[in-house]
C-alpha cells in the first residue's frame, strides 16, 4: 500500500513565478491537508480540502490556491512566488478522525 | 485558537538513557494531541495519539507518551534511547469535533541528538 506521494520532490523557480504541485493520499483516506515548513520551524496549516471542497484555510495569501479531484488526488498552487515561498511543503491525507499521514514532501527553492 | 509550545529547542541524552521531550498544548474544547518524528529532509512520520481513554498511550519505536490535563502536557518518552532516535520531534494538536475540521497546529520542534 503506498503511502502519501507527492512530486516533485525538488523544485527551483524564479520570483514572480508559479507553481504547482501535487499530492496523491494514502488509499482510503479522503482528506488531504497542505503545511508549509520554513527552516528550522514547524509546518504551518496552508488549507484542506475534503469532497473537492476547501474545507479550512490558515493564515495564508490568496496567491496560495488547491484543488482536490474526484480520485482524492490534490494541488497546491503559488502565484507571484515570492523569496520568503522557499520552504518543503508538506502534504497530509486522513480519514474522518484518524491520524493525518504525512508525504516526503517538495522542498521548494524561490531565486 | 489552539497551539503548542515545545519549551525545548534540543535535547541531549546518551544512548540507553531514558528521553523526554516537553509539549504543552492550548485549545478551547476537547484535544486530540499527536507526536511526529522527521529525519532529515524527510517528511513527518506518526509516532503516536491521544484521543481518550487511558493517560499514558504507547506507540511506534517503544515511545509513549503522558496526557495530563491538568498540565495541559504531552510529554514524550522513551524509557531507552538509540542512536538512530534521533532526529527532529514535533508535537501537534486539533480539537474535535470534525466540524472543526481537522488542521493540526505543531510546535516549532525539538531536535534530539544521541550520543553513543
Known amino acids: 500500500d503506498a503511502g502519501v506521494t507527492q512530486s516533485p520532490t525538488h523544485l527551483i523557480k524564479t520570483r514572480g513565478q508559479q507553481v504547482t504541485l501535487r499530492c496523491s493520499p494514502k488509499?482510503?483516506?479522503?482528506?488531504v491537508s497542505w503545511y508549509q515548513q520554513a527552516l528550522g520551524q514547524g509546518p504551518q496549516f496552508i488549507f484542506q480540502?475534503?469532497?473537492?471542497?476547501?474545507?479550512q484555510r490558515g493564515n495564508f495569501p490568496d496567491r496560495f490556491s488547491g484543488h482536490q479531484f474526484p480520485n482524492y488526488s490534490s494541488e497546491l498552487n503559488v502565484n507571484a512566488l515570492l523569496l520568503g515561498d522557499s520552504a518543503l511543503y508538506l502534504c497530509?491525507?486522513?480519514?474522518?478522525?484518524?491520524?493525518?499521514?504525512f508525504g516526503q514532501g517538495t522542498r521548494l527553492t524561490v531565486v | 485558537a489552539q497551539s503548542v509550545a515545545q519549551p525545548e529547542d534540543q535535547v541531549n541524552v546518551a544512548e540507553g538513557n531514558p528521553l523526554t521531550v516537553k509539549c504543552t498544548y492550548s485549545?478551547?474544547?476537547?484535544?486530540?494531541l499527536f507526536w511526529y518524528v522527521q529525519y532529515p529532509n524527510r517528511g513527518l512520520q506518526f509516532l503516536l495519539k491521544?484521543?481518550?481513554?487511558?493517560?499514558l498511550v504507547k506507540g511506534s519505536y517503544g515511545f509513549e507518551a503522558e496526557f495530563n490535563k491538568s498540565q495541559t502536557s504531552f510529554h514524550l518518552k522513551k524509557p531507552s534511547a538509540l542512536v538512530s532516535d534521533s532526529a527532529l520531534y514535533f508535537c501537534?494538536?486539533?480539537?474535535?469535533?470534525?466540524?472543526?475540521?481537522?488542521?493540526?497546529?505543531f510546535g516549532g520542534g525539538t531536535r534530539v541528538l544521541v550520543k553513543p
Open positions: 501537534a494538536v486539533r480539537v474535535l469535533p470534525k466540524a472543526a475540521g481537522n488542521k493540526l497546529t
Open positions: 488509499s482510503g483516506h479522503d482528506t
Open positions: 497530509a491525507s486522513s480519514r474522518r478522525n484518524t491520524e493525518a499521514f
Open positions: 480540502y475534503y469532497e473537492e471542497e476547501e474545507r
Open positions: 491521544y484521543i481518550t481513554g487511558d493517560n
Open positions: 485549545v478551547s474544547g476537547n484535544p486530540y
